[in-house]
């Protein structure tokens, strides 16, 4: 089961480096196992098989973002949203396989992206992989509050007779500034929690919910209202392209890599895999492939039903009756407990940075980092959190550091030709970084 690392003196007699935490992730407790350990483990004794790696990969990147696409693609236009999904995909999809491949090829033990960008760029760059590791943590935990605050927030203040639910009928008006304050004072309890094998039923539970808002909103949308014929038409009316740089990157481009880059997963899923060499990159590929084909129709559908006032969230824009009210709350339920999950990744970073190995300051360092996620939420809606967490370090994480590790692994053996593709990837993953910062800093 996830544990926080072990920060007593090893044989060796050298303290354990806090350089070497990797995050973990949700899919660590389908197995009840924890991914951060698995490099001490031959491959026999784990054995994931490809399509287990597969459908974990997909988990990873199909969730709660997927319900904010609709909104990108109003942002970026039909067949800008469905480049800008395929572009980020696959070079998500690249950078991963690039990442694998610079970890059999650099000399010594690299069990962790931050010890890769160590052994390759040195010292600052690991470290580098080490904040932007610890943002990206910190900054999907803090969508997940703005998640379930503008969810409640649709129950709770919907105030038509034909829609009542129970979060409307006890807990009436309540703004989702509120219902943020709330669920932080929740969580805090269960992020000091050591163990959490009480959330291993998170998974099933998790996918089932995301699946279950995907087909439930698309069965809206086309049975209830405004139908599919109705879709159809209106999905020739809307824009084709973004109207601006500032609505391409600053609303909805960080959204997408949000979704997609989840880079700083490479070596958990690797040190779990059997054959990783033989495997790896065709799971990574049909994860990337099949997650890209569902979200591209759900959100070309759903920006056809809701044309322009699609709202951030799309399930904003589902009627509160009692079977959607249920799924709008099995959503924020699943959110809930994966806060702890994720949360666990920054956790085990800010212990081994800052904390002896035992100290009675972490309530208070756990209390600071959930407050911290909180002030997030202050940037604005879902989609502008996203847009920020997922174009700023799950950008960088995913299209700068492979590419300038593979660049630096290749020559430092002596390798000739393939740098300009990297050198490619690296500067787009520059641009988006920098235009998706700029124009949300100044909107």
Do not use: H
């Given at each position: 089961m996830m544990q926080r690392p072990n920060m007593s003196n090893n044989t060796n007699g050298t303290k354990y480096s806090p350089l070497s935490v990797e995050p973990s992730s949700e899919l660590d407790l389908e197995s009840g196992s924890n991914n951060n350990d698995t490099s001490r483990h031959s491959p026999e004794q784990q054995g994931q098989s490809q399509l287990s790696a597969t459908i974990n990969l997909s988990k990873c990147i199909c969730g709660a973002g997927s319900f904010a696409l609709p909104h990108v693609f109003l942002e970026e236009g039909v067949l800008g949203g469905t480049l800008a999904l395929t572009l980020c995909g696959g070079l998500a999809a690249y950078t991963m396989a690039s990442l694998a491949r610079s970890k059999w090829q650099c000399q010594g033990v690299s069990s962790s992206y931050v010890e890769l960008a160590e052994a390759s760029l040195g010292k600052r760059a690991g470290q580098t992989v080490f904040v932007l590791t610890l943002s990206a943590s910190m900054g999907v935990c803090s969508t997940y509050l703005v998640f379930i605050g503008e969810t409640l927030e649709s129950l709770s203040c919907d105030n038509t007779q034909s829609n009542k639910n129970l979060i409307r009928t006890f807990l009436p008006d309540i703004p989702a500034s509120t219902w943020e304050v709330g669920t932080a004072l929740l969580v805090f309890p269960l992020c000091l929690l050591r163990s959490y094998r009480v959330f291993a039923f998170t998974s099933a539970l998790g996918v089932g919910a995301v699946m279950?808002?995907?087909?439930?909103?698309?069965?809206?949308?086309?049975?209830?209202?405004?139908?599919f014929g109705v879709a159809l038409e209106q999905i020739w009316d809307m824009p084709l392209w973004?109207?601006?740089?500032?609505?391409?990157?600053?609303?909805?481009?960080?959204?997408?890599?949000?979704?997609?880059?989840?880079?700083?997963?490479?070596?958990?899923?690797?040190?779990?895999?059997?054959?990783?060499?033989?495997?790896?990159?065709?799971?990574?590929?049909?994860?990337?492939?099949?997650?890209w084909l569902v979200n591209v129709v759900f959100a070309i559908l759903c920006l056809g039903f809701y044309g322009h006032n699609t709202q951030d969230l799309v399930l904003g824009n589902l009627s509160n009756g009692p079977y959607l009210s249920a799924l709008?709350?099995?959503?924020?339920?699943?959110?809930?407990?994966?806060?702890?999950?994720?949360?666990?990744?920054?956790?085990?970073?800010?212990?081994a940075a800052l904390l002896p190995p035992s100290h009675n300051w972490r309530t208070a360092m756990v209390a600071t980092a959930v407050a911290c996620c909180w002030g997030l939420t202050k940037i604005g809606g879902f989609g502008t959190v996203a847009n920020l967490v997922g174009g700023v370090a799950q950008g960088t994480l995913a299209f700068i550091m492979p590419p300038a590790i593979a660049v630096a692994l290749a020559r430092r053996n002596g390798e000739q030709g393939g740098e300009a593709a990297h050198w490619v990837v690296c500067i787009f993953g520059v641009v988006v970084v920098s235009s998706v910062t700029y124009f949300t800093a100044f909107p």
């Open positions: 279950g808002g995907i087909l439930v909103t698309l069965a809206s949308g086309i049975w209830v209202e405004p139908g973004p109207d601006s740089l500032a609505k391409a990157f600053g609303s909805s481009f960080g959204t997408i890599a949000y979704l997609f880059c989840i880079n700083f997963l490479t070596f958990p899923i690797l040190n779990s895999m059997a054959n990783p060499k033989e495997e790896y990159a065709s799971a990574v590929n049909t994860a990337v492939a099949g997650v709008k709350l099995l959503l924020c339920v699943d959110l809930l407990f994966t806060f702890p999950i994720v949360f666990l990744g920054g956790r085990q970073i800010l212990e």
